[in-house]
């Protein structure tokens, strides 16, 4: 069948948008060209044209990197190159290596390794959920992924599907050195209720996350960030059809108490070895967040109580 011409006319194309296959979109009017001395060639994610993104890319030397522009400027942007430029410490092979912390025009930016593949959200969407082999890969190796950054003394912060990339030369942790981009779903209670955070609420996040890896949902379910944040501190996770020694592994890691979680290292040795995981002893202190809760339910039904007497 011929091609029908198109209608119209054309928009002409801004000079600098030439369009790279690995990229998902060109560049547009607003985007930036340039982070510090990485040429940026087209867009990594769907977000608004505009200074701030996940960008593709080159190196001085030519070799595509994904360079994350982050928002704010002045102290924020010094602090943010900062809490990125520890990031590459993290040595790994399941991780997306941090190449390069820096700010350029007033924003910080993060140079990562390119993975050539979709993330883990993307890859369920489009194909549905992981099942067998490629379920137990992308957990053993986002696993390992995460104990090479608690080796470095760091936790991730915002580990969610969005953060796994799916590359040629299997799944990676992505997203590190970002600040502030978790979504509600993956965060782990402490995170929700402002808690001191560690590499625990990693694990939280990376059980949330293979449970939406085998079921396409996470296990606190979907909606406005404040319900399903409720949910996270007050329910039980659903894991759905997730079954075998990964569901065991999975609710022990969605424990609310951190302290109860195991290691991620412990974590990628059970499923490297196909071992079980012993049991943490219970943690005797409760968190701080959950005597909140304990002492608002123990206020509202005192309040209950005198209501009807006076009623």
């Known amino acids: 069948m011929p091609h029908e011409p198109s209608r119209g006319r054309a928009t002409p194309r801004p000079a600098h948008a030439v369009r790279d296959p690995r990229a998902r979109h060109r560049l547009g009017p607003a985007d ?11 867009r990594l994610d769907d977000g608004p044209p ?18 994350r522009v982050l928002r704010g400027e002045g102290r924020a942007a010094a602090r943010a190159r900062a809490h990125a430029a520890a990031f590459q410490d993290v040595a790994g092979r399941h991780v997306a290596a941090v190449l390069h912390a820096g700010v350029s025009r007033g924003r910080a930016f993060v140079v990562a390794e390119h993975v050539g593949g979709p993330s883990l959200a993307a890859a ?24 090479a950054v608690h080796r470095a003394g760091l936790t991730h912060g915002a580990f969610r599907p969005g953060a796994v990339l799916l590359g040629p030369d299997g799944p990676k942790v992505a997203g590190l050195g970002v600040p502030g981009a978790g979504e509600a779903a993956y965060l782990a209670p402490e995170q929700i209720e402002d808690e001191p955070v560690g590499p625990a609420a990693d694990v939280f996040a990376w059980a949330a996350t293979m449970v939406f890896a085998a079921t396409g949902r996470p296990p606190f379910g979907t909606g406005p960030d404040a319900s399903v ?15 075998g020694p990964l569901r065991d592994l999975a609710l ?58 006076l009623i």
């Not at 489009?126 to 390992?144: C, E, F, I, Y």
């Open 50 to 67: 505009g200074p701030a993104g996940l960008f593709l890319g080159r190196a001085p030397g030519g070799d595509p990197v994904a360079v």
């Open 32 to 42: 930036p060209e340039r982070a510090g001395r990485y040429r940026l060639t087209g």
């Open 124 to 147: 369920v969407a489009a194909d549905g959920p992981l099942a067998g082999a490629a379920l137990h890969r992308v957990a053993l190796r986002t696993a390992a992924g995460l104990a």
């Open 252 to 309: 022990r890691c969605l424990d609310k108490n951190p302290a109860a979680r195991p290691a991620a290292r412990t974590l990628a040795r059970a499923l490297r070895d196909n071992s079980a995981v012993a049991p943490r002893p219970r943690p005797t202190r409760i968190p701080r967040y959950r005597w909140r809760m304990m002492v608002a339910l123990t206020a509202v039904v005192v309040l209950g109580f005198a209501l009807g007497v």
């Open 229 to 243: 944040a409720r949910r996270v501190t007050s329910r039980r996770p659903d894991l759905g059809t997730l079954d």
